[in-house]
């Protein structure tokens, strides 16, 4: 598909994106919580400020070590050739013709070094490695090297959903294509917990997230963090960056909205790394939103996999611009040239 949709926002490629894909596919990705964090977002009332001067603003920040033209990045969302036959390489390409930035899944459906490469950006970075403990260090170890040997600038080691399976029945051709073949660990024999002496036997710690640090030459950036505490613990640990993020409602029934939980994380770090929200974002009202409650950058998940499903790399990309634009109408009409006057004051109590 070459020609775009007429549509005004990322949401107007929802409907696309239902009408393109099988029923059970569609309901995988809509799974979870995802209204809840939408309606937290939608909810924060904006403070208008007119005849501030905004000519010459911009959305461009600099983080770890990247120069981006938008705080908007793609989240490490699986399985993407269940929306689209191009999958996870349409993200990487539509990110960097965006001069963007894509966190690539451990669960992604294509290669890594592929995807490493189509969304290599005109300055030459490439996008970020989302990880998943893989059961046992000597495992996870093969798995960070793939995607540092491929180029990855960043690794997004993400903690809340420390056992972590498809949620349907894949089709035969899309696989995670990445990890090594792993096993259901077999129920305890002498009647112990098949959660606490089964799943969690392979879950990480702490202590392994302090070997990982060791072990990684590129940033690292812990993800699935609402506790404070969490957040600090995990700079004593040498992360980089935190992303705030309550898994898409799809781990834990009942977890704290991500948007509650940044606002207290942010005053916690207080600047010493970037945090990073995920977790709702519709808009790019919505990313104004948490970058007002202390957020660096926001993380695009089921709107850039609408576009993808509907219209593949174009898609994909239309979404990221569609939502820059509505980032600067909402910064504009707020008085904010750029992302560092963003504060909790552009907010209405």
Partial sequence: MSALPPVERASDYLPLAQARLDEGIWRYLQDGDSVGNAQALAGVRLMPRPLRRVAGGHTRLNMLGLSLAHPLLLAPIAYQRLFHPDGEMASAMAAAAQDGQMVISSLASQAIEAIAQAGQGAKGHRPWFQLYWQND??????????????GCTAVVFTVDAPIKLATMALPREIQAVNLEPSARPAPPLDGGSVVFDGWMAQSPTWDDLNWLRQQTPVPLLIKGVLHADDAEMALAAGCDGIVVSNHGGRVLDGAPLSLGALSRIAARV??????????????????????????SAVMLGR????????HGALGVAHVIRLMRDELEMTMALTGCATLADINLRCTSP
């Fill in 137 to 150: 260090r000597p495992r996870t170890l093969r798995l960070l090297r793939k995607a540092l040997d491929a």
């Fill in 303 to 310: 709107p850039a996999m609408w576009g993808l499903a509907s």
């Fill in 270 to 295: 207080n600047g010493r790394v970037p945090i990073i929200f995920d977790s709702g974002i519709r808009s790019g009202r919505d990313a104004f939103v948490a970058l007002a409650h202390g957020a």
